[in-house]
């Protein structure tokens, strides 16, 4: 039986080569920008905050939720 964790970067792998075929990198790269939010400066914020993720499945525990 293949793991959840397995299963999502065989998933990933197989979805990454289709985008290279649709999307090739040459076709987009003189267009990517530098960000201009800083990350540090983010953390130094007076303001808590949050960065979230919904998972369907978690690689140590399986599926979280069935839909």
Not at 12 to 31: C, D, G, H, T, Y
Not at 39 to 66: H, M, N, W
Request: hydrophobic letters at 40%.
């Amino acid at each position: 039986m293949q793991t959840v964790l397995a299963k999502i970067v065989a998933d990933k792998a197989i979805w990454v080569e289709a985008r290279k075929q649709q999307q090739p990198l040459a076709s987009f790269q003189n267009e990517i920008q530098p960000s201009t939010r800083h990350f540090y400066d983010a953390l130094q914020g007076a303001r808590t905050a949050f960065i979230l993720e919904c998972k369907k499945a978690s690689p140590s525990k399986g599926v979280i939720r069935d839909d």
